[in-house]
């Protein structure tokens, strides 16, 4: 018989209800409850966009995208499961779905296409913990895989065509400055990926920045969108594209602190801020996670 491959579909997860706000902020904080002044900030920010994030809906349609994918390829070779960090289901409950499907490996692939250590890692140490002696391969980043570049590159195109001058801003979300220069290479990541990006966009000039840092202390990884975007000459620069390549949905991170922060700097200094479109469940982005699935 040919052996049936699980696919453990990654994500981060979001509040599905204005209540569950607060423990969701704690468990993000890794136990630490926020203060009432960073509650209220992020329920601000929430309420901004609605009361509550898409990121579940989209989440789930993007897990049945990749199965879709699958199933049109590999017919019946492969069970496929969505598991989250912080909402339902979680990452043990897919694994053990898998289990029950009775598969003979796992392949963990992370919404996310870059390597960003703080993150992933933790996605893939509990999948593996949850999945015990299953064989696990944890796909680390995919931003090379086939078709990438040019899925993103078609919707910077797109957006270049209502702002032609614009200048192109290729964003990923920021690290802490002790996770992105301990041996990590995300930036470097990030940079490659956005000249891939660029190159097959046919952008002569673009920029790298990172966005949404963390409300700590501690330093963050920059150059910060918002910083960016306020060092900008509106003279020589009034139109920027905003193309989030580290993010593949709408969620908080892009509706908010790009469609609602950033463009409310970018439009108080006289810049037109536009965006690309998510990938969210394009069933081209879904057949690239089938492929990497397979091919890992």
Not at 42 to 56: E, F, M, Q
Request: with cysteine; proline share 7%; glycine share 6%.
């Amino acid at each position: 018989m040919t052996a049936r491959r699980g696919v453990l579909v990654l994500s981060h997860g979001t509040p599905a209800a204005r209540e569950a706000i607060e423990p969701f902020y704690t468990a993000i904080r890794r136990g630490r409850a926020p203060t009432p002044e960073q509650l209220d900030d992020l329920v601000r920010r929430y309420d901004a966009i609605g009361g509550t994030s898409p990121l579940n809906e989209r989440t789930t349609a993007q897990v049945e995208g990749v199965a879709r994918a699958l199933e049109r390829t590999a017919p019946t070779r492969c069970v496929v499961a969505g598991g989250t960090k912080y909402a339902s289901p979680t990452i043990e409950q897919a694994a053990a779905t898998l289990l029950d499907a009775g598969v003979d490996d796992v392949v963990g692939i992370v919404l996310s296409p870059l390597h960003a250590p703080i993150s992933i890692d933790q996605y893939h140490e509990r999948a593996t913990a949850a999945l015990g002696a299953c064989p696990y391969v944890a796909v680390w980043s995919w931003w090379r895989a086939d078709g990438f570049a040019a899925l993103v590159a078609a919707r910077v195109r797109a957006a270049l065509e209502s702002a032609p001058d614009a200048l192109v801003l290729f964003s990923a979300h920021a690290l802490p400055v002790r996770v992105a220069t301990d041996g990590a290479d995300y930036p470097e990541e990030l940079a490659a990926c956005a000249e891939a990006v660029a190159t097959a966009a046919a952008v002569a000039t673009h920029r790298v920045c990172f966005q949404s840092a963390g409300r700590t202390p501690e330093p963050w990884v920059g150059p910060d969108l918002l910083e960016v975007l306020a060092g900008l000459d509106p003279l020589s620069t009034p139109a920027v594209l905003v193309c989030p390549v580290g993010f593949v949905s709408d969620h908080l991170e892009v509706l908010f602190d790009i469609d609602i922060e950033a463009a409310a700097l970018a439009a108080s200094r006289g810049i037109a801020l536009t965006r690309t479109a998510s990938l969210n469940d394009d069933p081209a982005l879904s057949a690239i996670l089938a492929d990497v699935a397979l091919r890992a």
